[in-house]
């Protein structure tokens, strides 16, 4: 008996107490780990620096955007990977991952309504269709879920579609890949197809006065602000050739909207899992009540 209580009395001894009151053991010998500093999400800092850096270049110089915004959202295939080698996956890299993506794209959408004012509409619809899916899939995934499951493990029983589409990387990649491809391509021809305001792309050759003279006045005059939509419209005009982006346009346009159907099933899904939620959390308060 008394070797029992010199046993229980040390084992009290090693406790600690913490300010709130509650009881922990005794400090652990484990290193500690710093979140923010994990390779996964130094990653993620690096694809945010991109990507300000390509909106900086976004208006005039579409080959240096073009190019730091594709590196950007490479790299959301490698801090994926980098989270499988070191071990490293953590909710905070997947959310910084995520919020990464709606935010680049986004601004990207943006732009594209400003070059296309006519088509505004369909740009900010895209927008609000790809910010809503995502926020209500991940709500539903921690209301219904737990904060501790990830918004990438959706049941086949639950849908086959989005199943396939977040358990399959192979999948993942290449709709992600090439729905960014279409919208870098529209973004490319911004710089070089007649389409987006016959007007103002002529070329300078198809007038008959000379340079300088007050029927073919210099660009800097037409408009008395530079950062117009109409004098921006004339600095991107005839910038590159449009043949690859309209390919690029033509190859990605398929996948760019069955990723769209994607966001309006996760929309239905979703709304499906919370309305489910409700209903047994109505139950068990016995709602609706009765009447006589």
């Not at 499988?84 to 990207?108: K, P």
């Not at 999948?171 to 870098?184: D, G, Q, R």
């Not at 197809?193 to 007050?214: D, R």
Request: aromatic letters at 12%; hydrophobic letters at 45%.
């Amino acid at each position: 008996m008394a070797v029992t209580e010199r046993k229980q009395v040390k084992a009290t001894e090693e406790q600690v107490v913490n300010g709130n009151g509650s009881i922990h053991g005794p400090a652990s010998n484990e290193p500690k780990e710093n979140i923010f500093l994990f390779w996964p999400n130094i990653i993620g800092y690096s694809r945010i620096i991109l990507a300000t850096a390509s909106l900086y270049y976004m208006p005039l110089h579409p080959r240096t955007c073009s190019f730091l915004y594709s590196i950007s959202c490479l790299l959301d295939a490698l801090d994926g990977y980098a989270a499988r080698h070191f071990h490293q996956s953590t909710t905070f890299g997947a959310v910084l991952d995520m919020v990464t993506d709606r935010c680049t794209t986004s601004c990207l959408l943006v732009y594209l309504a400003s070059a296309w004012p006519r088509y505004s509409i369909v740009f900010q619809g895209l927008i609000s269709l790809d910010l809503a899916s995502h926020y209500m899939h991940m709500y539903a995934t921690l209301a219904m879920a737990g904060s501790g499951q990830s918004h990438k493990k959706v049941d086949s029983s639950r849908s086959w579609i989005l199943n396939k589409y977040y358990t399959s990387k192979t999948v993942l990649f290449i709709f992600c890949a090439l729905n960014e491809l279409f919208f870098i391509a529209l973004y490319l021809l911004s710089f070089s197809s007649p389409m987006l305001s016959p007007s103002l792309l002529q070329s300078p050759a198809t007038s008959s006065a000379q340079p300088g003279s007050p029927a073919h006045p210099a660009p800097s005059s037409l408009f008395i602000n530079p950062w117009s939509a109409g004098a921006m419209e004339l600095a991107r005009a005839n910038k590159m050739d449009s043949f690859w982006p309209w390919v690029l346009t033509g190859i990605s346009f398929p996948v760019m909207a069955a990723k769209q159907f994607v966001n309006v099933v996760q929309i239905f899904k979703a709304s499906k899992w919370l309305e489910e939620g409700d209903l047994a959390k109505r139950r068990a308060e016995g709602l609706p009540k009765k009447t006589n």
